[in-house]
């Protein structure tokens, strides 16, 4: 089963376990995506569905695997005899989703609700972080260098008083006899 999907500005067609790279999603890696925006669900030998009404129902589940950036992108310009010439770079935050489930129905895969379950009642959750203690100072721990005073600004060196310059004489040149 494959289907496209538009996000980002982007269409891809994608199928189970596709690991795509799509424009800045909110979401920690290892989350669950959901896609919501279906152009066309189709399977090999069967006609491919684009009714929208049944696609109004059908998402796509995606997990994110990691928020990174795409590759650096120089942009120029330049106006000839004109002396103007601009050069910046760019690099696009992305996200890199791995598909999940393709679910014409929109229900969630199996996988994904196992994960968002609640914990039962009686039980603890495992994220509870426990405070921490005040950090006691060592003993031979030396002082922290914003402690130390900042060094006194030197005075300049005094001028040089400049040496005379006795005025030199042309010579003037002898004439001839």
Known sequence: MFAVIKTGGKQYKVAKDDVIAVERLPGDP????ELKDILMIGQSGK???VDSSSLGK???FAEVVEQTRGDKIIVFKKQRRKGYRRKAGHRQNQTVLRIVDISSSGKKPAAAA???AKPKAGTKPKTAVKPKAAAKPKKDAKPKTADKPKAAAKPKAAAKPKKDTKAKVKKTAKPKE
């Open 47 to 49: 006609a491919t569905n």
């Open 58 to 60: 059908a998402a796509v």
């Open 30 to 33: 290892g989350s669950m995506v």
């Open 114 to 116: 196992k994960k968002e």
